[in-house]
Every structure is written in C-alpha cells, then in structure tokens.
C-alpha cells in the first residue's frame, strides 16, 4: 500500500500509522493507537524484567592460616550462596611473608572446590591478582529434560 493512502486510512479512522518493523523487507506498519501501543510496549518490557533472574557475587574470605572450624563456617555459607543461585568469590589474602607460601592458598582453594563440587562449578580457576588468590564458583546449572544427541555412527 502507498504510504499517502495508508496515512489517510489511518486518519480516516482517527488513529495513528505506526512502523512496528522498520527491518522488514518492505517495512511493516500498522494502523492503531500510539498512546495504546506505548502502553503495551512497557507493559510488556516491565513484565519481562519482572522474569530476569539477577545473580550477586558474594565473597568469601580466607587466610592462609585459616583453621579448620572456621574454613567448614564459611564453606557453609558459600554452600548457601550457591544453592540460593549466588556466585561465589573465594579470596586467600597473604600478607607479608606468606606470599612465598602459595601453595597454602591453593590447597584451601582446592578443598573448597572439591567441597562444593555437588552444588557449585568453576567459573574462573584460581589465579593470583596482587597479594590475594581467588577462584570464581556458580551454581550448578540444572540439566534440562531435552533430547538425548543420537550417538555418531562411522
């Protein structure tokens, strides 16, 4: 349809010509009310937004020293964060001399990924950033009920 004649339809009707895909080939407009489609428009997009998930990063702290009583303490929160569908930071902080001992840092590093294995995964391996080492954990995502892939027959 010619654009003049599809404005004066519009107008006829006493409503608005409005591009609802301007990527299309040709473009696609309607004849409807504006005001009523800015309203559905932010219905829709407030709806949406009501759906998303936002995940927080929440830190947990260690030394190298850290006891075991207080590791199991923290191990247990992070559990929770992780079940709540949290990201987990977990920072080995060295201070002074106990930056020739990494390996300390790793092993706590390592223990808590082994302990959380069944409810968290590895986002990000540990690596040292200035005088602190950390490891990025996220919660497990679910496997979905889908299709099995057919196996590749030679």
């Not at 992070?78 to 079940?83: D, I, K, S, T």
């Not at 490891?135 to 590749?152: D, M, N, Q, T, V």
């Amino acid at each position: 349809m010619d654009v003049r004649d599809a404005i004066r339809a519009a107008r006829d009707k006493g409503l608005d010509l409005v591009e609802v895909a301007p990527n299309a080939d040709p473009p696609v407009c309607r004849i409807i009310d504006f005001g009523k489609y800015q309203y559905e428009a932010k219905k829709k997009a407030n709806e949406a937004k009501k759906k998303q998930v936002t995940i927080t990063v929440k830190e947990v702290k260690f030394r190298p020293g850290t006891d075991d009583h207080d590791y199991d303490y923290r191990m247990k929160h992070a559990r929770q964060w992780l079940q709540d569908g949290d990201k987990v930071k977990a920072t080995i902080w060295f201070r002074g001399r106990e930056m020739t001992h990494r390996e300390l840092g790793a092993r706590i590093l390592e223990k808590l990924e082994q302990d959380l294995a069944d409810v968290g995964e590895v986002e990000a391996r540990p690596r040292m950033e200035g005088n602190q080492m950390f490891i990025i954990l996220g919660p497990k995502r679910h496997k979905s009920g889908g299709a099995k892939p057919e196996p590749h027959v030679t």
